[in-house]
């Protein structure tokens, strides 16, 4: 069976409106940029945005989805088991992602983490999920939301204290806490 592949026109379209709000943002507040900030910064109409997004929120999603698949997630999810050293790749990976979205989104960072904080951990349990093995599907649901909301939390914090410590030092901080909320599991 064939893949389609995206027109090349549609695909330029969408690079043009994420690029032009990706600008907004870091000039702008988040809820201050209106569509039309988006468009004319684009050079195109209101109509072809709403073809493309239904809002600026669904807009953001695409782009921290993009952020999040351009990482190391895409390595995580190709490792068998849920070793430390999948941990630490999984943690790494939402550092590079945390640490990619202060800079993409500068003084909005705070604002684009809490309006994307669910999906964000609703993707790292959907990859923590894959590798439990307990036949307890809600056993396992709640340690995976446990294990993102900690990795995603810690590292945020980690983001916004500068990164104070380097991200071995800090991975090492985490990882005893980590692997006991998976050590009876795995």
Same mark, same amino acid.
């Not at 910064?41 to 993009?66: C, G, M, P, W």
């Given at each position: 069976?064939?893949?389609l592949?995206? *027109?090349?026109?549609? /695909? @330029? ?7 032009? #709000?990706?600008?907004?943002? &870091? !000039?702008?507040?988040?809820h ?26 669904i ?23 849920l *070793?430390?050293?999948? /941990? @630490? ?7 590079? #992602?945390?640490?990619?979205? &202060? !800079? ?83």
């Amino acid at each position: 069976m064939a893949v389609l592949k995206e *027109d090349p026109r549609i /695909l @330029r379209t969408k690079k043009l409106i994420i690029d032009a #709000f990706i600008s907004l943002v &870091k !000039e702008k507040d988040f809820h201050s940029i209106s569509i039309k900030d988006i468009t004319n910064l684009a050079n195109i109409n209101r109509s072809t945005f709403y073809s493309h997004f239904s809002d600026k929120y669904i807009l953001l999603e695409k782009i921290v989805d993009q952020m999040m698949f351009h990482k190391k997630f895409e390595q995580v999810v190709d490792k068998e088991d849920l *070793d430390s050293d999948t /941990l @630490r790749l999984l943690v790494y990976s939402f550092c590079d #992602f945390a640490d990619e979205s &202060k !800079e993409t989104f500068k003084h909005n960072y705070n604002t684009v983490i809490a309006l994307t904080e669910e999906r964000v951990k609703r993707i790292v349990v959907n990859i923590i999920v894959t590798f439990l093995k307990s036949k307890d599907r809600e056993q396992n649901i709640m340690i995976a939301t446990m294990l993102a909301s900690s990795i995603c939390s810690a590292s945020c914090l980690w983001i916004n204290e500068n990164k104070k410590v380097p991200i071995e030092t800090f991975f090492d901080q985490i990882h005893p806490f980590l692997m006991g909320a998976i050590k009876e599991i795995i």
